[in-house]
């Protein structure tokens, strides 16, 4: 069993349920922090541990790019290289390639692009996005999609549709193909690489076992512009072909809140209730716990660690800019209200000068405040589902 979805209580339409992947248990609805380049930006592994993160996300563009999917295979996935054992979901690489509008080109076969890093020319498939995703060795691989940008006139959201179906099938056929092919088959060769006292600290032989015959699964992704119509094809048509989970793709892209939110409703019923639903790159700290309540069990965002290092914080009483300089004396820890590890020891005022001095704690510390009361929020979400029942 490469996929389990338990669902242990209901709340209207939302649901309390444990995900069961190759490399761990996840408790849903869950929020999962971003890792762009094997690395949430400015946390270790083991504090992210600490925090109680059970999923991260790694992006394929980004780590196809660098430092390339065959090294990490070669180093024995994505899992072992930056010595995460929790289970990891990967992007298409879809949204990223299709940000760089400047610099690529689309056509039935694929993608091709330049590398923002050195302008070298490459090319995305369907089938090579499986392939990167299969080398990392995610627990979990997305559909490479087309990512329409917003806004998009329908006849536009239209053709960008039939392409994402016909690529999500094309992404389905490959990875069933090669999905045993995944790097953790790696492990046994490249712990050669490793010492005795490194390999009990990351719990290998555990690892092995558990992940004996088991392969990665692919979700769909949901496209269709802003067209509630568009929306519901998408989604049925997705169905059909059978995927073990589906997201939701192309939001949280300019458009105002309640058309994200429109989208997300119409799109939800028409997904397999016994199966997660994922909605990518969203929200702020209000949004996650309404969409959860809607229904809604996976959920991303670079904006906790993308704020944290400019300084904004997320806390039970809102939003905190702690370059303020009304913070200057200031000795309350940042969230009264939050038990994390920089508000348990910090003040306001210490987080301010390093902001202001420009130290590079100020951005670990930030992210990991922002990180918990992202947790924490999903935390209370999944308690309210359970009690309620
Ligand atoms: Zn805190």
Redesign the pocket.
């Given at each position: 069993m490469s996929l389990k979805f338990q669902i242990h209580h209901t709340k209207g339409s939302a649901r309390r349920a444990t995900l069961t992947l190759p490399h761990g248990a996840v408790e849903t609805p869950a929020f999962m922090p971003v890792g762009t380049q094997g690395t949430v930006k400015a946390v270790p592994q083991h504090l992210l541990e600490e925090l109680d993160v059970r999923i991260l996300l790694g992006n394929t563009y980004h780590l196809y790019l660098r430092p390339g999917h065959e090294a990490i295979r070669r180093m024995g996935g994505l899992h072992r290289f930056m010595s995460w054992d929790r289970p990891i979901l990967t992007d298409s690489g879809g949204f990223q390639v299709f940000s760089l509008s400047e610099l690529r080109k689309v056509t039935e076969e694929g993608v091709s692009f330049r590398s923002h890093i050195d302008g070298s020319s490459h090319f995305f498939s369907p089938e090579h996005s499986m392939d990167v995703q299969i080398a990392l060795g995610s627990d979990i691989a997305m559909a490479f999609d087309e990512c329409t940008e917003h806004p998009a006139d329908f006849a536009r959201a239209r053709g960008s549709l039939d392409v994402t179906l016909r690529w999500a099938k094309r992404s389905k056929e490959h990875f069933e193909k090669h999905k045993h092919e995944r790097s953790w088959d790696g492990r046994a060769q490249s712990s050669e690489l490793r010492t005795q006292a490194q390999r009990s600290a990351v719990s290998d032989q555990r690892s092995e076992l558990r992940l004996d015959g088991q392969a990665p699964s692919l979700f769909g992704i949901v496209q269709g512009g802003m067209f509630p119509e568009l929306r519901r094809e998408c989604a049925e048509r997705l169905v059909e072909m059978d995927f073990p989970g589906y997201a939701i793709g192309g939001l949280s892209v300019g458009e105002p809140r309640e058309l994200t939110r429109e989208m997300i409703a119409t799109t939800l019923p028409l997904l397999p209730a016994g199966k997660p639903r994922y909605v990518m790159g969203v929200g702020y700290p209000d949004e996650i716990a309404e969409y959860a309540g809607m229904g809604v069990d996976m959920m991303d965002c670079v904006l906790p660690t993308r704020a944290a290092r400019h300084g904004l914080?997320f806390?039970s009483e809102g939003r905190l800019n702690i370059k303020n300089r009304q913070y200057a004396e200031d000795q309350n820890?940042?969230?009264p209200n939050?038990?994390?590890?920089?508000?348990?020891r910090y003040s306001r005022a210490y987080l301010r000068h390093l902001m202001v001095a420009q130290e590079s704690l100020s951005s670990v510390l930030n992210t990991?405040?922002?990180l918990?009361?992202y947790l924490?929020t999903m935390r209370k979400v999944r308690e309210e589902i359970a009690e309620s029942a």
């Open positions: 914080l806390t820890p940042p969230d939050c038990n994390c590890l920089v508000c348990r990991l405040h922002n918990a009361f924490e």
